[in-house]
């Protein structure tokens, strides 16, 4: 199970702190991702960290600006400076029997979704 919170409206060069609390994993590797859908758009994947060795990527569009982390089983997703462009519903997910990333996989690779939360970032 996952479940997200903590979206909501920011002004351009804002911040928001989005939180995933997931539970029920009882095998060793897993990952946590941070997707985005915006509308009329594909679901993009942000962000990932390993449960495993706390491994990290970003997609080229956040680095520098988001922060992925993970606390017992709650990830964060700290995202600085934001954009009208970061705006869409943030879905965090957990992949299945990976134990390092190098990189943020495609959504089809992923096989537990939460519910998803707003982000709406204003110019």
């Known amino acids: 199970q996952l479940v997200e919170s903590g979206g909501g409206l920011a002004q351009s060069g804002g911040s928001l702190r989005l939180t995933c609390e997931f539970d029920?994993?009882?095998?060793?590797?897993?990952?946590i991702g941070w997707f985005r859908q915006a509308p009329g758009k594909e679901r993009e994947g942000v962000s990932c960290?390993?449960?495993?060795?706390?491994t990290t990527a970003y997609s080229d569009s956040v680095k520098d600006r988001f922060t992925i982390s993970r606390r017992r089983t709650t990830v964060s997703l700290q995202m600085n400076n934001l954009l009208p462009e970061d705006t869409g519903i943030y879905y965090c997910?957990?992949?299945?029997?990976?134990?390092?990333?190098?990189?943020?996989?495609?959504?089809?690779?992923?096989?537990?979704w939460g519910q998803g939360t707003q982000v709406t970032v204003s110019s």
């Open positions: 960290i390993s449960v495993s060795d706390g």
């Open positions: 997910a957990a992949q299945r029997f990976v134990e390092t990333v190098t990189a943020v996989d495609g959504a089809d690779k992923y096989d537990y």
């Open positions: 029920g994993f009882t095998i060793r590797h897993y990952v």
